[in-house]
């Protein structure tokens, strides 16, 4: 089995509804995201998929949240909560939307430096 990962990242501003603690006020962070697909073969040239042609479609979906109000902004996060749990599960979404094949596996979303979550659908 192949994994391939690919990383970008992006600036969002947030405040958790329903949280009591300085998140709750409009604040924002410089998120990291790493997506990993799979694959159980590669191609006569032996590759899965070239690298750029899933950093642009990653770079798609990040630019639609990239320096935005997340509550405000995104519909998705007009009825969930923007937390990095439901960040890292919105890129997935819009990812598997588009890429069928490598396999989308998860999608990590690093809210600071120390913290973060990984999204898949296991």
Request: hydrophobic share 35%.
């Amino acid at each position: 089995m192949y994994e391939l990962k690919i990383r970008d990242s992006f600036s969002a501003a947030h405040n958790l509804r329903n949280y009591k603690g300085k998140c709750e006020h409009i604040h924002g962070h410089n998120y990291l995201v790493t997506v990993t697909f799979a694959s159980k073969k590669t191609n006569k040239d032996g590759l899965v998929i070239d690298f750029s042609i899933l950093k642009n479609i990653l770079k798609k979906v990040i630019d639609k949240i990239d320096h935005k109000y997340l509550n405000e902004d995104i519909n998705f996060f007009k009825k969930n909560n923007p937390s990095a749990e439901n960040i890292a599960r919105y890129i997935f979404l819009e990812l598997k939307k588009v890429v069928k094949n490598p396999k989308l596996k998860s999608v990590c979303i690093h809210e600071t430096e120390d913290s973060m979550v990984i999204y898949s659908e296991k």
